[in-house]
């Protein structure tokens, strides 16, 4: 497809496992953003990728969140030892090159659940 | 810190009202303003952005307005359908990337 796409849609998991997310681009984006959104609440941004570094992970929560691109295009982002507090909808989106008259294109997300 | 609000939280409105939704912002210094749409279960969808030099965008039965020395927004809708019921969010860029977003208006159009 044309959009970003996001795997899984959802995933329950338990308090202490390890997730990975994953994220699809629009083809040729270089900027990639993750957002998490929680139940009534705006999505907060966590990270922003240019090409494959990143270029501001200003808001990771803490050292158990992670994320790579490794060949500019899909990201994946890692929760270590999730928490209860973790379960939200990760969001993913990319824009063209990150230029501020750009729109940024979002996925449709992945809900996650701790137990 | 930035902070954005959104009021009302939440409105229902019959078909074929005009409605406002508001935002506002504390911080004056950012490049642009975008208003989203998001529906349950779903992803966001960009409606207008407007450049922090510009007063004002509109698509289609949409119109945005932006006031920066005030930190206001409205983001208007004409016209108003069933198929307007979504959340609408509205999101401040601050330096080049980085969006903080307001928690949204919950709107539901009856028919």
């Known amino acids: 497809g044309a959009g970003v796409s996001q795997t899984p849609s959802n995933k329950v998991t338990e308090k202490g496992k390890y997730v990975e997310l994953r994220c699809d681009p629009i083809?040729?984006?270089?900027?990639l953003y993750w957002y998490r959104q929680s139940l009534g609440q705006g999505p907060e941004f966590l990270i922003y990728?240019?090409?494959?570094?990143?270029?501001?992970d200003s808001g990771l929560p803490n050292d158990r969140f992670f994320a790579v691109r490794p060949e500019g295009s899909v990201s994946t982002l890692k929760i270590q030892r999730t928490e209860r507090g973790d379960s939200a909808v990760y969001l993913c989106?990319?824009?063209?090159?990150?230029?501020?008259?750009?729109?940024?294109?979002f996925g449709p997300g992945t809900r996650l659940l701790v137990l | 810190k930035q902070e954005v609000t959104q009021i009302p939280a939440a409105l229902s409105v019959p078909e074929g009202e005009n409605l406002v939704l508001n935002c506002s912002f504390t911080?004056?210094?950012?490049?642009?303003l975008q208003w989203f749409r998001q529906d349950p279960g779903k992803g966001l969808t960009s409606l207008l952005l407007?450049?922090?030099?510009?007063r004002e965008q509109t698509s289609g039965r949409l119109n945005a307005s932006l006031d920066k020395s005030s930190g206001r927004s409205t983001l208007y809708i004409a016209a108003s359908q069933p198929g307007d019921s979504a959340t609408y969010l509205c999101?401040?860029?601050?330096?080049?990337?980085?969006?903080?977003f307001g928690t949204g208006t919950r709107l539901k159009v009856l028919a």
């Open positions: 989106a990319s824009s063209l090159a990150g230029g501020e008259e750009e729109t940024q294109y």
């Open positions: 083809s040729g984006h270089t900027a």
């Open positions: 990728f240019q090409g494959t570094g990143a270029a501001d």
């Open positions: 911080d004056s210094a950012i490049y642009n």
């Open positions: 407007i450049q922090s030099s510009q």
């Open positions: 999101a401040v860029r601050m330096g080049t990337y980085k969006y903080i």
